[in-house]
């Protein structure tokens, strides 16, 4: 997204894009750190969770209670990796929609210098 917001032709236009980017990708940094974390926290409590299971089902034999909890949070992890994805997908479509963005404005740019769309295509 660097790349296309560079290529901008109003300094104005390409200042504010150049804000835009690096606030999506410091939102994007922040989000995936925060997941990153919630990730290693999940997976220690799913270890915990694993482990109390085979000691409450040696101690007991009923351990159901405990297979929710492992259930629920199987879930949680589920939803985790969901967001991961949404995120990542929000992030693509913000490259395709600046790239576009930028197509245009080339075009644009090309038409205004040329005359034609045509005759710009023969001439480039």
Not at 33 to 42: E, V
Not at 103 to 121: D, L, V
Request: charged share 30%; aromatic share 6%; net charge neutral.
């Amino acid at each position: 997204m660097e790349r296309l917001w560079h290529s901008i032709p109003a300094k104005s236009q390409r200042d504010l894009w150049k804000r835009k980017v690096e606030q999506v990708a410091e939102e994007a940094d922040s989000l995936k750190d925060s997941l990153d974390k919630y990730n290693l926290r999940h997976q220690r409590r799913m270890q915990e969770v694993q482990e109390r299971t085979e000691l409450l089902g040696r101690a007991s034999g009923d351990s159901s209670h405990v297979l929710r909890i492992f259930d629920d949070e199987a879930q949680a992890m589920q939803s985790a990796r969901s967001s991961s994805r949404m995120l990542e997908e929000t992030l693509a479509t913000g490259t395709a929609i600046l790239s576009k963005y930028t197509s245009s404005t080339e075009s644009i740019r090309c038409t205004q210098h040329c005359g034609a769309i045509k005759f710009c295509n023969e001439t480039y």
